[in-house]
C-alpha cells in the first residue's frame, strides 16, 4: 500500500536521491555526471512537496512538488525501480482530493 503525506525536511536527502537516480534514468544519452544531488535543492525551493511511502516499509518510492501561487506541477519523480507501479498516479491523485 501507498501513503501520501508531506515531505519532512528528514525526507529531503533521500529525495534528492530518487531526483538524481530518476534523472539519470530518463536521460541515459546525458553524462551522469552532469546530474547532481544539489540540483534537487535549488529547484524546489519554495515548493510544497508531498511524498508517496510505502505503507509497510516507510520507504520514500516518489514525490511530487508544486509551486502552490500558480497551481503548478513542477516536479514528478518516481523511484527507477518502482515505475509502472502506480506511485505518480497515487501522487496526482492525492493533489485532486
Known sequence: M??????????LPVLAGIFLSSRQHAFPWEDASSFQTGDFDAQREGEVIRLAED???GQPL???SVWTPERFI????????????????????????
Request: aromatic share 4%; no cysteine.
Open 74 to 97: 513542477h516536479h514528478l519523480f518516481v523511484d527507477p525501480d518502482r515505475l509502472g507501479q502506480g506511485v505518480g498516479r497515487r501522487l496526482l491523485d492525492d493533489l485532486a482530493s
Open 62 to 64: 516518489g514525490f511530487i
Open 55 to 57: 505503507a509497510s516499509t
Open 2 to 11: 501507498i501513503i501520501i503525506r508531506p515531505a519532512t525536511p528528514a525526507d
